[in-house]
């Protein structure tokens, strides 16, 4: 926790040094991006074009595909389904706007615009925090439950748990982004990211930011770690349940149903934890960026793969689509 209070002192200290002109209040905020290279523009708005093309065609498919397949009409779908839904939003939320950005000269976004996205990134963040959460207990109720299943993980069950983590994420957002409306901006606006992230925006802000710090920190800390905790004892159930089974061939289907949802775990935890735990330095905001980079368009873009590539249910149902197309034809 300490780690990010030096990187904000640190960022704070950057933007004391733009404080020599007159203040005036902020109509809007300047994103700096990746990189101030001109030459990168191009490149980079290529690359993060086909990243999220990928991205909104995988989980898109991914949504289509369990609504269309009656196979697919369980619990373990059903928050799969919105697990896509909140990672194809989690991309759109920061995606347009910076490719926008890559072909402008300006890289400007209203102070609106700005409270608008930071608000459903946090709320989008944490409400996937504990999607994933749900689908371990999912995973943990399927396999060391087997018998209760059906009356425990009904869809009424499953709509509850599902409207909750969404109530619980954007209530999050909404607290977040009032403190940040109760600051001041009335000095720099250049933000040095490629969104508006909780500390650049801090450092910019005129007026006291105690409590919004104080706000972030606890929200983000705990939230992280009651969710990764929740998950983490799912799996000591699950695997203990799945040690116990004495045939072979049972425990490789058993831990055939969580390896998905386990590897999406990996590649979105670690890259957050990857982002909290490195030391503070004055590279510290460039390094922030590549690793938001990670948890903002790579694990958005991977999770349909994952889902795909490693469970047999969604295979199946893709073969049965390419087929009826065939045949169709």
Not at 58 to 75: A, E, F, K, Q
Not at 216 to 229: D, E, K, P, Q, R
Not at 287 to 297: C, D, L
Request: one cysteine or more; charged letters at 15%; a positive charge.
């Amino acid at each position: 926790m300490s780690l990010r209070f030096l990187e904000l002192d640190l960022l704070r200290s950057q933007a004391d040094t733009m404080l020599k002109k007159n203040s005036t209040v902020v109509t809007e905020f300047i994103l700096l991006g990746l990189t101030d290279r001109a030459e990168l523009q191009p490149v980079l708005f290529v690359v993060f074009l086909v990243i999220y093309l990928i991205t909104v065609t995988g989980n898109v498919s991914m949504i289509l595909l369990i609504r269309s397949d009656s196979r697919l009409h369980t619990p373990m779908y059903f928050f799969l389904s919105h697990l896509s839904f909140l990672d194809l939003c989690y991309a759109t939320n920061v995606t347009p706007q910076m490719l926008v950005n890559f072909l402008s000269k300006r890289k400007t976004i209203s102070v609106v615009g700005c409270f608008i996205q930071f608000h459903f990134f946090i709320a989008l963040v944490i409400t996937d925090y504990y999607m994933l959460t749900v689908m371990a207990y999912d995973r943990y109720m399927a396999i060391c439950k087997p018998l209760l299943y059906g009356s425990k993980m009904s869809r009424r069950v499953c709509i509850f748990l599902t409207g909750i983590t969404y109530t619980y994420g954007f209530a999050n957002g909404l607290v977040q982004t009032i403190l940040m409306l109760r600051l001041s901006f009335c000095g720099p606006n250049e933000i040095n990211h490629f969104y508006c992230a909780d500390p650049p925006l801090l450092v910019l802000a005129c007026s006291d930011t105690h409590v919004k710090e104080m706000a972030m920190f606890v929200v983000a800390g705990s939230n992280l770690t009651c969710s990764l905790t929740m998950i983490l004892f799912s799996y000591i159930f699950i695997f203990t349940a799945i040690l116990r089974i004495r045939s072979a061939e049972g425990r490789r289907k058993a831990f055939s149903t969580c390896g998905s949802h386990l590897t999406a775990v990996t590649v979105f935890y670690g890259t957050l934890f990857c982002m909290y735990l490195r030391p503070p330095s004055e590279t510290s905001v460039e390094q922030g960026k590549i690793v938001a980079v990670f948890y903002i368009f790579v694990s958005p873009m991977l999770n349909p793969l994952i889902y795909s590539l490693r469970n047999k249910d969604v295979k199946e149902a893709i073969r049965k689509v390419f087929k009826n197309k065939l045949f169709a034809k």
